[in-house]
């Protein structure tokens, strides 16, 4: 079956710092999504993928939508403490209504 | 309150009881989907309704979980005689429609079999 994975699976960071986190799959996606998750809450979309090679950014955060299709980005620059949590990359291939999720990457920023 | 919203939040049940779980999509949303999140895991695809219709069940763990909808609106998941491994967050998301539209989440019932 389809696999995803995501890494890193936890990161601790500095204030300030800029972070990466990348999803890659065994099959070629039409859309990625990138989601955080806050405890105790639902996921929340923070950005959605449709075509390769696409770069979108939504404040301090740009993902990319990778050329060969099985793969996708998240950066998010100079992290505040409120980045905290969860962040999920989900895919899809065409045709389909069903997304895979990946595992998720935990983020911690220390002041 | 234009979300996904889910109740109840939080549900502690004993082994063996039947428990429901109710999903309101987006106004509009005629997709829905069930995904179950085990502590500290990813989201596990559970089923997904359009309309009323759930052409793909395939993601249920046993026959002791079915779901329903009416109206092309409200979802209930409902899980039969609860088992200690079903103790997970179960989410609700909905889209406008099934193939092109992204997923929007509730908050999750967190449920808790002892």
């Known amino acids: 079956g389809q696999q995803l994975n995501q890494s890193p699976q936890s990161m601790f960071i500095q204030e300030g710092e800029d972070v990466s986190m990348n999803c890659t799959s065994s099959?070629?996606?039409?859309?990625w999504l990138w989601y955080k998750q806050d405890p105790g809450e639902g996921p929340v979309l923070l950005i959605a993928?449709?075509?390769?090679?696409e770069l979108t950014s939504n404040g301090r955060l740009t993902a990319q939508f990778g050329i060969t299709r099985k793969d996708s980005f998240l950066n998010i620059s100079a992290s505040i403490p409120s980045d905290v949590g969860i962040y999920f990359c989900?895919?899809?291939?065409?045709?389909?209504?069903?997304?895979?999720f990946g595992t998720g990457t935990r983020l911690k920023v220390l002041a | 309150g234009a979300g996904v919203s889910q109740s109840p939040s939080n549900k502690v049940t004993e082994k063996g009881k039947d428990v429901e779980l109710r999903c309101d999509p987006i106004s509009g949303h005629t997709a829905l989907y069930w995904y179950r999140q085990s502590l500290g895991q990813g989201l596990e695809f559970l089923i997904y309704f359009q309309g009323n219709s759930a052409p793909d069940k395939s993601g249920l763990p046993s026959d002791r979980f079915s779901a329903e909808r009416t109206g092309g609106s409200v979802s209930t998941l409902t899980i039969q005689r609860t088992q200690q491994e079903d103790s997970a967050v179960y989410l609700c998301?909905?889209?406008?429609?099934?193939?092109?539209?992204?997923?929007?989440f509730g908050p999750g019932t967190r449920l808790l079999v002892l």
């Open positions: 099959s070629i996606f039409n859309t």
């Open positions: 989900a895919g899809r291939t065409s045709g389909t209504y069903k997304y895979i």
């Open positions: 993928l449709y075509k390769a090679g």
């Open positions: 998301a909905s889209s406008l429609s099934g193939s092109q539209e992204t997923q929007y």
